[in-house]
């Protein structure tokens, strides 16, 4: 879900950026077909799409959050501890989440997981064990299903097509 009860009616602004990666995508998809390319069109524009629905009010403890997210993917992250993180309750986190990026906290902790564990299957020679520990998954065979599930194919396969 992208647009929520505080979304903007109408995008002041982005439709002609939005509109140049929609036309990559479909060039990509009618020339080449590589699945690492499509994902990354439809991630600029999910990125594109988010940005034109966000609410006009938003908490900045939120980018604060995660913020402190992005640099300790590893930790073990629940919950309780990102209300705690904010000072605010578990609840309250849930509905701004659900309200200022259409999903819930711990979704977003996926997704920013994923995208880190992209960028290190495209950048490094890790092992699998290793890019699961960094993003925070304590086994490589549970990480591997969670990356199928999130981004079609899995970590082996991601990283033969880069």
């Known amino acids: 879900s992208l647009v929520g009860a505080a979304s903007p009616v109408r995008a002041s602004a982005g ?4 509109a140049r990666c929609i036309a990559g995508l479909r060039a990509e998809w009618a020339e080449n077909q590589d699945p690492k390319i499509i994902h990354h069109w439809v991630s600029l524009i999910q990125a594109f799409a988010q940005r034109a629905a966000q ?3 938003k908490d900045d403890r939120l980018a604060s959050l995660w913020d402190q997210v992005a640099r300790n993917l590893a930790q073990p992250w629940t919950l309780p501890l990102l209300a705690k993180s904010v000072n605010a ?4 986190l849930r509905r701004r ?3 200022e990026m259409g999903r819930s906290p711990m979704h977003q902790v996926t997704y920013m997981r994923m995208q880190r564990a992209q ?7 890790d092992k699998l064990n290793v890019i699961a520990e ?3 998954f304590s086994d490589g065979l549970i990480f591997s299903r969670a990356f199928k599930r999130w981004v079609g194919v899995n970590p082996t396969e991601y990283r ?3």
Do not use: D, K, M, W
Not at 15 to 18: A, K, M, Q, V
Not at 89 to 92: K, T, V
């Open 15 to 18: 439709g002609e950026e939005l």
């Open 55 to 57: 609410p006009i009010a």
């Open 89 to 92: 309750s578990a609840e309250y």
């Open 97 to 99: 989440c659900q309200l």
């Open 119 to 125: 960028t290190l299957l495209e950048t490094t020679n």
């Open 134 to 136: 960094c993003v925070g």
């Open 160 to 162: 033969a097509n880069r």
